[in-house]
C-alpha cells in the first residue's frame, strides 16, 4: 500500500478521536454544569431504603438449659404504594390468595393505594415460609414494589406449660404477663438497620453504597423451673380440676432451703403459643395476684408463733369444747363432738378450730398481729413475677375477740398462694424465711452471666419452735390424722390440709356451701427439701383438702423427689400423741 494512503487513513482517525473526546466532554459539561438538578432528582427519585434488622427477642430456659420460650424467623410483608397504587387489586388478590383471612382483600388494595407514600405494612409477623410464597407470587407475576423484612417471633415448645409463669408477648414484642413482662427489658434485643440503595422500581442496586448498624440479641433467662416436673404437675392438676368441676387449681413446688420455685402450675390455663383460651381470667397468675382465706393451713402460723413464745409444744394439752360463742358468733369444729381431750399435736392433725382457739388465747392480738406480719403476711413476697397482691391482715386496731379467734384458724385474713407457700417454707427451714424467686440468672448477649439477686432471709421464729411446729405436721399425714393419703412410702412426710369459706368478692360475704380447699407439706420431714402446695377453689361441697388435694400433693411431691434425688433419710416418723 502507498505510504501516502496509509498516512491519509491515520490523519483521519486521530480526527475522528478528537471529535469524539469533544462530544465526551461536552456532555460531561452538561452533566456536570446543566444537568445537575435533573440528575440529583432522579437520585432522589430511585433513594435509599432503610430496612429494620431486628434483633432476636432472649430465650427462656429451664434448670436445666431446656428451651421453655425461644424466638423463630418470621417475616413482614410491606409495600412501597408509589409501585403498587396501578396493580393493587392484582397484587390484592394474589397475597389473599396465598394468606386467606390473615389479610384482608379491601383494606390491602387501600394500603397499596396510599397515596404520596414509599412505604406502608401490609401485614406483620407472619411464618417465613408463608410470606416468602405470597411475596414470590406477586414478582412471579410481574408486579413490583411488594417487600418483606426479617422479624423474630416468639414460640412456645410446651405450649400451655407453664404459661402463667412464661407470660405472653403483645403484637410489638413486648411482654405483658409473666417472665415475658418482668424481664422485659433484658429479653429485649437492640434492633440494627441496613440503609442501601434502590431504583426507581424498588429494586435494590448491587453494588452500591450501603451501611449497616449491628443488631444486639437480648439476653437469655435461666429459670428455676424444673420443665419435667412442671409439665407433670401441670397435667395432674389439670386433671383434678377439671374431674371436680372446680374453678381453678394451683400446684407450686418450692426448695426450702433457697425458695426457688421449681414448679407453679395453674388450670385452667392458656397457650401462649397459639393464644388459645387466653383472657383476664386465664392470663394472670393467680398464685401471686389472687388473694383468698387459707382456712386450717394458718393453723401452723398459729401453732408456730405461741412455740416460739415457749406457750406449746407438740405435747402441750390442750382442753378443746364442744363449742364456743365469741362476740355473739357460734364457731364450732368441722365435725360434732363433746369436750376433747388433745394435744397441741392432736388439734392439728384433727384440724380442731377450737383447740386453736384455744391455744392462742395465751398471746394478745398485737402480738399475734406482729407474727403474722413476721411470716410476711399483709406484704409482698418479693417473687420475681408482676402483679404480685399484699393479701388483706386487718390492723390489729380493729381486731376484736371474734377476730382473733378467726385469724388462729384461717378466716379473716387473706393471702396469695406465694406467701402461703414461703411462711410454712420458713417453718420446714429451721425457721429462717427467704425470698420466692422463678429466675436464677441471666446471659447477655456477649457471654457474660449475671446471677440473680436471692434476695433477703430473716429468722422468723427459733430452730427449736419450728421444729415442734414440724412434729404436729407430722401427725396430720399418720393414719390418724386428716390426710393419710399424702404419705410417701419411705419418706416422712409433714402437711397441713385447708378448709375455708370462700368470700363473694362483690359483697364481701361468705358464700356457704363454697369452700376453696388446700393442703400444704413439705419432705423428707427430718430433713426438708422440698415444700408442695395445692388450693382447689370451688371443688363440691363433699371435697376436703385431705382427700382431695393431699393426692394431687403426693403425686407431685413423690415425683420431685424422685428428680432431684432425695432419698429417704431412714428414719422413721415420731409417735405423737394426739390425746390425754
Same mark, same amino acid.
Given at each position: ?488 412410702? *419411705? ?6 390440709? !385447708?378448709? &375455708?369459706?370462700?368470700? @363473694? #368478692? $362483690?359483697?364481701?360475704? /361468705? +358464700?356457704? *356451701? ?6 400444704? !407439706?413439705? &419432705?423428707?420431714?427430718? @430433713? #426438708? $427439701?422440698?415444700?408442695? /402446695? +395445692? ?8 371435697? !376436703? ?5 393431699? #393426692? ?21 416418723? #415420731? ?6
Amino acid at each position: 500500500m502507498p505510504l501516502s494512503v496509509t498516512r491519509a487513513r491515520l490523519r483521519w482517525l486521530v480526527i475522528g478521536v478528537l471529535v469524539m473526546f469533544v462530544l465526551f466532554a461536552g456532555r460531561l459539561f452538561q452533566i456536570q454544569a446543566v444537568d445537575a438538578k435533573a440528575y440529583a432528582a432522579m437520585a432522589v427519585e430511585a433513594g435509599t431504603r432503610k430496612q429494620v434488622v431486628p434483633a432476636p427477642r432472649g430465650d427462656v430456659v429451664d434448670r436445666n438449659g431446656e428451651e421453655l420460650v425461644t424466638s423463630t424467623d418470621g417475616l413482614t410483608i410491606t409495600a412501597d404504594p408509589s409501585l403498587t397504587a396501578e396493580k393493587a387489586p392484582e397484587i390484592a388478590k394474589i397475597l389473599h390468595e396465598r394468606l386467606g383471612d390473615r389479610i384482608d382483600y379491601f383494606d390491602t388494595i387501600q394500603k397499596l393505594r396510599t397515596p404520596n407514600s414509599r412505604f406502608t405494612y401490609l401485614i406483620k409477623d407472619l411464618p417465613a415460609f408463608d410470606a416468602r410464597t405470597a411475596v414470590d407470587a406477586v414478582a412471579e407475576a410481574g408486579y413490583p414494589g411488594v417487600f418483606t423484612e426479617s422479624v423474630a417471633l416468639r414460640s412456645y415448645p410446651g405450649g400451655s406449660l407453664a404459661a402463667n409463669v412464661l407470660g405472653i408477648t403483645e403484637a410489638n414484642g413486648h411482654g405483658i404477663a409473666g417472665l415475658e413482662k418482668q424481664y422485659d427489658r433484658d429479653l429485649t434485643g437492640k434492633d440494627g438497620s441496613s440503609t442501601y440503595e434502590v431504583s426507581a422500581y424498588g429494586e435494590r442496586i448491587p453494588m452500591a453504597d450501603s451501611t449497616v448498624e449491628e443488631m444486639v440479641p437480648g439476653a437469655d433467662v435461666t429459670t428455676t423451673i424444673d420443665r419435667d416436673l412442671q409439665w407433670y404437675a401441670d397435667q395432674r392438676l389439670r386433671d383434678v380440676v377439671s374431674a371436680a368441676g372446680a374453678d381453678y387449681g394451683l400446684a407450686i413446688t418450692m426448695d426450702v432451703r433457697t425458695c426457688q420455685i421449681v414448679q407453679m402450675s395453674q388450670a385452667p390455663t392458656y397457650n401462649p403459643d397459639t393464644r388459645a383460651g387466653v383472657d383476664d381470667a386465664t392470663l394472670v397468675n393467680r398464685a401471686v395476684s389472687n388473694v383468698y382465706e387459707p382456712g386450717s393451713v394458718m393453723k401452723t402460723i398459729t401453732m408456730a408463733a405461741l412455740a416460739d413464745q415457749g406457750k406449746v409444744d407438740a405435747d402441750t394439752k390442750i382442753t378443746v369444747p364442744s363449742g364456743l360463742v365469741i362476740d355473739g358468733w357460734p364457731i364450732g369444729d368441722y365435725w360434732q363432738h363433746g369436750t376433747l381431750k388433745l394435744t397441741a399435736a392432736g388439734v392439728i392433725a384433727k384440724s380442731s378450730n377450737l383447740g386453736t382457739i384455744v391455744a392462742a388465747e395465751q398471746m394478745s392480738s398485737k402480738t399475734f398481729y406482729s407474727y403474722l406480719r413476721r411470716f410476711g403476711f399483709g406484704s409482698r413476697t418479693g417473687i420475681d413475677l408482676p402483679e404480685e397482691s399484699v393479701g388483706i391482715v386487718p390492723p390489729v386496731r380493729e381486731w376484736s375477740k371474734s377476730k382473733h379467734a378467726t385469724v388462729s384458724f384461717g378466716q379473716g385474713v387473706s393471702v396469695t398462694a406465694v406467701q402461703m407457700i414461703r411462711a410454712v417454707g420458713a417453718i420446714a427451714n429451721g425457721g429462717v424465711m427467704c425470698t420466692p424467686r422463678v429466675v436464677d440468672s441471666i446471659t447477655r448477649a456477649d457471654g457474660t452471666v449475671e446471677k440473680v439477686d436471692a434476695g433477703p432471709t430473716q429468722r422468723v421464729i427459733s430452730r427449736e419452735a419450728a421444729a415442734e411446729v414440724t412434729r404436729m405436721m407430722e401427725a396430720v399425714t399418720s393414719d390418724e390424722g386428716t390426710a393419710p393419703a399424702a404419705q410417701i412410702e *419411705g419418706y416422712r412426710v409433714a402437711g397441713k390440709t !385447708g378448709t &375455708a369459706w370462700r368470700v @363473694n #368478692p $362483690r359483697t364481701g360475704n /361468705y +358464700v356457704r *356451701g363454697q369452700n376453696t380447699i388446700s393442703f400444704m !407439706g413439705f &419432705a423428707p420431714a427430718d @430433713n #426438708p $427439701r422440698f415444700i408442695t /402446695y +395445692v388450693v382447689i377453689d370451688k371443688p363440691p361441697r363433699n371435697a !376436703g383438702g385431705g382427700s382431695m388435694a393431699g #393426692p394431687v400433693f403426693h403425686d407431685i411431691m413423690s415425683m420431685a423427689l424422685e428428680r432431684f434425688g432425695v432419698t429417704p433419710t431412714g428414719a422413721k416418723p #415420731p409417735k405423737v400423741k394426739q390425746d390425754w
